[in-house]
């Protein structure tokens, strides 16, 4: 069985950083996409990054790029997302999410991704 365990969610001002963790248990394949999505309160879940943990290349959404950095230590099974210069705007819950044995581009579309976390909140304030 698969799990996903984020965490590093908080409250912190505009301008200031955070480091979300995704902890990923269970049956894995070296060969896969790991993607950061996140949903405001009224929103449809967006994608915000992906890595594909076979050889490293990352993904973004153009509105993280340059803010947020997507990492991974596959020792510790665990992707990151460093998320600076945060904005008000940046505020929702925040989902890990795996796409089992893809090969090329990872997406950033949600609808690809067939395993999911419960989500970490982030909130940032004006």
């Known amino acids: 069985q698969v799990q996903l365990v984020e965490s590093g969610g908080g409250s912190v001002q505009a301008g200031g950083s955070l480091r979300l963790s995704c902890a990923l248990s269970?049956?894995?394949?070296?060969?896969?996409?790991m993607g950061w999505f996140r949903q405001a309160p009224g929103k449809e879940r967006e994608g915000v990054a992906a890595?594909?943990?076979?050889?490293?290349?990352?993904y973004y959404a153009d509105s993280v790029k340059g803010r947020f950095t997507i990492s991974q230590d596959n020792a510790k099974k665990t992707v990151y997302l460093q998320m600076n210069s945060l904005k008000p705007e940046d505020t929702a819950m925040y989902y890990c999410?795996?796409?089992?044995?893809?090969?090329?581009?990872?997406?950033?579309?949600?609808?690809?991704?067939?395993?999911w976390g419960q989500g970490t909140q982030v909130t940032v304030s004006s």
């Open positions: 269970g049956y894995t394949v070296s060969s896969k996409c």
């Open positions: 999410a795996a796409l089992w044995l893809w090969v090329g581009s990872c997406p950033i579309e949600k609808s690809a991704y067939g395993y």
């Open positions: 890595i594909y943990t076979g050889g490293g290349s990352t």
